[in-house]
């Protein structure tokens, strides 16, 4: 049976109600300096080797290396993107000039 989540989302222009805060049901978003809603981060357990963790907290210095490994995470994931649609360029190329 699946849990019914205890949060629930809201107008942004919507006034805020007493009711609302006391409820706890509000989930709250950021917002960076152009003014776009930055999605909360979630909490999770993740075990990674001891040798990982201390390479990430010596390359990380005052940032934090959790920052940093979320970081490299979005980096390789945008990475992993770039590198496909370049090998489906490459490959449309090719077949266009087998064709010709």
């Given at each position: 049976?699946?849990?019914?989540?205890?949060?629930?989302?809201?107008?942004?222009?919507?006034?805020?109600?007493?009711?609302?805060?006391?409820?706890?049901?509000?989930?709250?978003?950021?917002?960076?300096?152009?003014?776009?809603?930055?999605?909360?981060?979630?909490?999770?357990?993740?075990?990674?080797?001891?040798?990982?963790?201390?390479?990430?907290?010596?390359?990380?210095?005052?940032?934090?290396?959790?920052?940093?490994?979320?970081?490299?995470?979005?980096?390789?994931?945008?990475?992993?993107?770039?590198?496909?649609?370049i090998r489906r360029a490459?490959?449309?190329?090719?077949r266009g000039r087998k064709a010709a």
């Amino acid at each position: 049976m699946k849990k019914k989540s205890t949060t629930t989302t809201f107008d942004e222009d919507a006034p805020i109600t007493q009711g609302d805060i006391d409820a706890g049901k509000l989930v709250m978003r950021k917002r960076e300096a152009g003014g776009r809603v930055v999605q909360p981060k979630k909490r999770v357990t993740l075990y990674l080797d001891a040798a990982l963790v201390d390479r990430f907290k010596n390359l990380a210095g005052d940032r934090g290396y959790q920052t940093l490994i979320n970081e490299t995470l979005k980096t390789s994931l945008q990475q992993a993107d770039i590198e496909t649609t370049i090998r489906r360029a490459i490959r449309e190329e090719l077949r266009g000039r087998k064709a010709a």
